[in-house]
């Protein structure tokens, strides 16, 4: 069975600075997909980033950024120049190619130091 | 209304009670999902709906019975519930199929059972 693990509940960050945010996996699989996912205090869930795991190259979106690392079954979230609005519980998520089903991990909760 | 959005977004209600959450998604998806989130516990996934078809059932007590009436419409019929299951109930959508398999999420029902 995969399971997700992220092991630091809480992370804190100076704002403008960097922050990354932790997550290992388990699977047996070879065709599958992470993501991070950003749940807020409203408690709406946001996807903030998609790796697809045939992918080499870290994905990217704006601020954010990846590390995955398929064979040590790694997948870091980095938040550059943090934001207010970047106070969240953020979670790790996988997916196989043919399974719809998503593992999340426990999640962890982030705060912004203004 | 665009996305997913769920309705009520507060529910309180006894243990003799029936009542239903309703999910709807806009975004033009064939596969629907519910989950679970307590305080302290990751994300459980309780039903997946993919074509209107119900394809996973993660051993969810028939107190909670889900519908699926069309692609962009599901519900969570609930009844004689324990206080054990106050919690947020999410529902989320995807594209099965397609090259991203990323679920998009409502914002949630808050459920408190007295």
């Known amino acids: 069975a995969q399971t997700v693990t992220q092991s630091q509940p809480e992370m804190s960050v100076q704002e403008a600075e960097t922050v990354t945010l932790s997550c290992t996996y388990d699977?047996?699989?070879?065709?599958?997909?992470l993501f991070w996912y950003k749940q807020p205090p409203s408690r709406q869930m946001i996807l903030v980033i998609r790796?697809?795991?045939?992918?080499?190259q870290n994905a990217t979106e704006n601020r954010f950024s990846v590390n995955f690392q398929k064979a040590a079954k790694s997948f870091s979230l980095k938040i550059s120049d943090s934001q207010l609005g970047d106070a969240a519980m953020y979670f790790c998520?996988?997916?196989?190619?043919?399974?719809?089903?998503?593992?999340f991990g426990k999640g962890i909760t982030l705060s912004v130091r203004p | 209304e665009t996305g997913v959005t769920q309705t009520p977004r507060h529910l309180v209600m006894g243990m003799t009670n029936k009542k239903s959450l309703k999910c709807e998604q806009h975004l033009g998806h064939n596969a629907m999902y519910w989950y679970k989130q307590s305080a302290k516990k990751p994300l459980e996934l309780m039903f997946v709906?993919?074509?209107?078809?119900?394809?996973e059932n993660n051993s969810v007590p028939s107190r909670f019975s889900p519908e699926c009436p069309n692609s962009s419409h599901l519900f969570l019929h609930l009844h004689t519930l324990q206080p054990e299951d106050s919690a947020l109930y999410l529902c989320?959508?995807?594209?099965?199929?397609?090259?991203?398999?990323?679920?998009?999420f409502g914002p949630g029902t808050r459920l408190t059972v007295t």
């Open positions: 790796q697809e795991a045939y992918k080499q």
């Open positions: 989320a959508s995807s594209q099965e199929g397609s090259q991203t398999y990323e679920q998009y």
């Open positions: 699977t047996s699989e070879s065709d599958y997909y």
């Open positions: 709906y993919n074509f209107k078809e119900q394809t």
């Open positions: 998520a996988y997916r196989s190619r043919a399974n719809s089903k998503l593992t």
